[in-house]
């Protein structure tokens, strides 16, 4: 039963920084936070990071080539938290390396599948405290 004295959880409160987010490998995503920011977040950069480098003239296969290198880590950071939050181990990132079958999987276990319930072995539900 809920304390009635208590403040309601903010449903949009982070428990991490986005330096923690994304530079980070300790700790647990949700699903949303995982298609906020592994995303939405890391999309909305890859478009900016060439539109940018489109006006300064730079070659489209350097471009991509230096948008992939700078989103790379980032991308790595949000995907091993998610894993986490599965409770699986986070060298699971791995499992990207696989052509299409790999990367599939990957989306649908850290997209779409929800993170094990209370505290593993990664940290604290990042759901907790949460309406759900």
């Not at 995982?34 to 730079?58: D, K, N, P, T």
């Not at 390396?97 to 990664?122: C, K, M, Q, S």
């Amino acid at each position: 039963m809920m304390n009635p004295s208590a403040p309601a959880p903010n449903p949009l409160a982070e428990p991490m920084t986005l330096p923690q987010i994304f530079l980070g490998l300790q700790g647990r995503l949700s699903r949303q936070q995982f298609w906020l920011y592994g995303v939405a977040a890391l999309l909305g950069l890859s478009v900016l990071g060439h539109a940018l480098l489109g006006i300064a003239q730079v070659r489209e296969q350097t471009a991509d080539l230096l948008v992939n290198l700078l989103l790379v880590w980032p991308a790595l950071a949000v995907s091993v938290k998610r894993w986490h939050d599965r409770d699986k181990s986070g060298w699971w990132v791995l499992l990207n390396l696989v052509p299409v079958i790999g990367w599939l999987w990957a989306l649908i276990d850290n997209g779409f599948l929800r993170g094990t319930d209370g505290p593993n072995r990664f940290g604290e539900d990042p759901l907790a405290g949460r309406l759900q």
